[in-house]
Every structure is written in C-alpha cells, then in structure tokens.
C-alpha cells in the first residue's frame, strides 16, 4: 500500500474531530461538500453535528437534522425559540464535554454566531462558512463577529474585503455551485431531461425552499401565473419544488388562483427547471446566484413580515443597495428585484414580460458569465484547506 502524500496525512494519532452545524437545503449542500474536500485531507477525521441527508451520506453523524434550524425573519423566529434554545444547550453540552478540533457553522448565521463565543472562550476554534449580510444591515456586528470565530470564509469577494477593512480574519473562497454548474447549459438538453416539450417559450417558477417563504410568495406567483393566462395563453410555466411541504403549499397556491393545470410540478430539478426556461420568477436566496450562473433572465422577489419590514425601513437597518445577488456581485442592477408590496402579479408579470423580451441579453449572458468564472475557484478544496490550516496551527500550538 502506497504511503499518504505528506500534506493528507493524519495530523496526530487521535482522529481529528470537526464539528459542523447547518440550517437548511444549501447548507447540508455546501456542508457535503466540504466533509468531501476535508475527508481527502484528514482521512482519519470523524464529523459529527447538525446535517441534512448530503452530510450524512458524506459520513457526518446527525444530532440534529437540518430542518430544525430552518427559520428565517426577526419576529417570524420568536414561536421557535424554545426548539432552538433546547437545540443550543443541548450542543454547548456536547462540546464541552467532548471539544473537537473545530467547529463549522455552514450558513445558519444567527444561529452559530450566537453560539460561537461560548465555544471561543472554552479553547475551541470556530469557522463560520458563509457570512452574514453583515455588510448590509446591521454592519456592527462585524466586530462581534471579529470577536466569536477564529475564521470567515467567504463566497462572495466583496465578503472579504469588509472584512478586511475591519480587521477580521477572513478568506474568499469562491462558491461551490459556480464550480459545480457548467459555463454553458443548453435548454433544450433541460427540457428533455425534464420530459417536457422542447419547442415553447417557458418561464420557471421557484417560490423558495422554506414553507413560510413559499406561504408569503406562493399566492402572488401563482397570481402572475392567472396575468399571464390573460395575457400569453402560450407560455409554459415549470417550477422546482425543494420538498414535499414546499409542494403542498404551492399546490394550494395555485388551485386557488385556478391554475394548477398551467404549471408543471417538479420534486428537486432546480437546475434543470432554471436551464429549460426563457425567464425565471424566484424568491431572493442562493437559488438567485443559481440562476445567474445557468445565465437566465430573472424576476426576484422578496417579502417579509410586516414588523420585519417596518424596522429595516425605518430604523434604516438595511445598507446595501439591492438585495438580489446578481445585482449586488454585478454591482449594478442588471435584473428586476421587487419588495413587499411590489410582490404583486400586476408588477411581476409585465417585468417577466420584458426579460422575456429585453435586447440585451446577449450582454446579460456576458455579465453573468464574468460573475461566474470571478465565483469558479474550487471553493471546497479551498475551504477545506483553511480550516486544515487551522486545526493544524491549534494542535501545534
């Protein structure tokens, strides 16, 4: 048997123990990811924490599924709090008893930020992958951050230059879809891997991954979907949904609005069902940086709370200037993104209607294109190597 290169081999006798906690669809996407690229550095490794189906295939022992983080909004979290509070104590008391080498939030921000000081002061070394959009509301708490984890990593470029600008420890790592989706992607491949039709004009549909989001954007695209059936009985609509829930609630959507029969229905395919279309409606989210990089056109919306929203208005708690990421990695609003009460068929459908028909496109394709090889960095392997670093560094010390 052939000897491990010096770089993978095991860093001591006693298998590393990293700790990963994740929220949500992405993160249990990214989390797999990265127990990939770590297993090939640190074979021996053991990983263990909160995961989705993907980490767990990757080896990471479940103490919790994904799913129970799954919340988002200021106030929508509150009738979760005695879950998450039982989720927080019951992992402080697992670590403590049993420190690993490090800990990783993936994503789930609010939730690990506010569990990595704890873990800080006992000796262990954070990561938080994936950082908040600290550079966009609520720019203070880039200092706490400085102050709970050892190190951010990034997805996005301009992640790390806030960071650096406040002198906290912080690396750009790229973002794994960007690696994993091809430069290209030719719709009519999609559309036969999806089984519908190749000749038509299609508009994709993806209300969000969580049930709230899909409870608050559902009966607005469904309502787009009715504009549309006035006004171009010939577009098809697809739309991906990200589960059985997920499902159920748009079905409900779009049988009250009375079009269930003009939209076809798919469990996961997001990609695909992005790849088939000419235009795509989506709620605000990872699935955005998706569609940029299969270089659609797209509609993004975003709706919140009453109260949520009342307070980034007025107490000004929001700082940049958009909000959907290929208008914030462009630098420039380059496709429409609609808030709150814009979130209405009589406002989605005709800016649906002109990224259908917009003369750019060809330009479109290009920035998106750029934004794509900027995000192509072999994220995973990259940060995989940095928290190697890390926990290396800590063992030595």
């Known amino acids: 048997m052939s000897e491990l290169p010096a770089d993978r081999q095991p ?7 990293i700790v990963l906690v994740a929220g949500e669809t992405s993160g249990d996407n990214l989390g797999a990811k990265l127990i990939h690229a770590l297993k090939e550095r640190l074979p021996n490794a053991r990983f263990a924490g909160i995961a989705g189906p993907r980490m767990i295939a990757e080896g990471c022992e479940p103490w919790e599924r994904v799913e129970s983080l799954s919340v988002m909004g200021l106030f929508e979290i509150i009738p979760h709090l005695p879950r998450l509070f039982r989720i927080r104590r019951m992992l402080i008391d697992r670590l403590l ?9 993936v994503d789930a921000k609010e939730f690990n930020l506010r569990l990595a000081p704890k873990l800080k002061e006992r000796g262990i070394p954070v990561v938080q992958y994936v950082s908040p959009q600290v550079w966009a509301w609520r720019q203070g708490r880039v200092k706490t951050i400085g102050r709970a984890v050892d190190l951010v990593l990034c997805l996005l470029p301009f992640e790390s230059k806030f960071y650096d600008a406040h002198q906290v420890k912080a690396e750009f790592v790229g973002h794994p879809l960007a690696d994993q989706i091809p430069l290209t992607l030719d719709p009519v491949e999609a559309r036969r891997a999806l ?20 409870g608050r954007l559902g009966p607005d695209f469904a309502a787009t979907v009715a504009w549309f059936k006035r006004q171009r009985p010939d577009i098809r609509f697809i739309s991906a949904m990200a589960s059985a829930k997920v499902r159920q ?3 409900h ?8 029969d003009r939209v076809q229905l798919f469990d996961g395919q997001a990609q695909n069902v992005m790849a088939a279309s000419d235009a795509i409606l989506l ?5 955005t940086l998706e569609a940029t990089l299969v270089k659609r056109p797209m509609v993004v919306a975003y709706r919140l709370s009453w109260l949520t929203s009342f307070l980034l208005k007025h107490l000004k708690l929001f700082k940049a200037p958009f909000f959907a990421q290929p208008n914030l990695l462009a630098g420039r609003q380059i496709v429409p993104e609609h ?10 459908g005709p800016a649906l209607l002109a990224q259908l028909e917009r003369a750019d496109r060809a330009d479109l394709v290009q920035t998106f294109t750029q934004i794509h090889q900027t995000l192509r960095r072999d994220a995973s392997a990259r940060a ?3 928290i190697v670093q890390l926990i290396s560094g800590q063992r030595k010390g």
């Open 195 to 214: 089984g519908v039709p190749e000749a038509g004009t299609y508009i994709a549909l993806l209300p969000g991954s969580r049930g709230g989001e899909v």
């Open 249 to 251: 609630s748009f079905e």
């Open 384 to 386: 995989a190597e940095a």
């Open 253 to 260: 959507a779009l049988a009250a609005a009375g079009v269930s």
């Open 97 to 105: 008893a049993n420190p690993p080498d490090v800990y990783v939030g």
């Open 339 to 348: 808030f709150n009460d814009e979130v209405r068929a009589d406002v989605l």
């Open 283 to 287: 709620a605000s989210g990872t699935a």
């Open 11 to 17: 860093l001591t006798a006693s298998p590393p123990l």
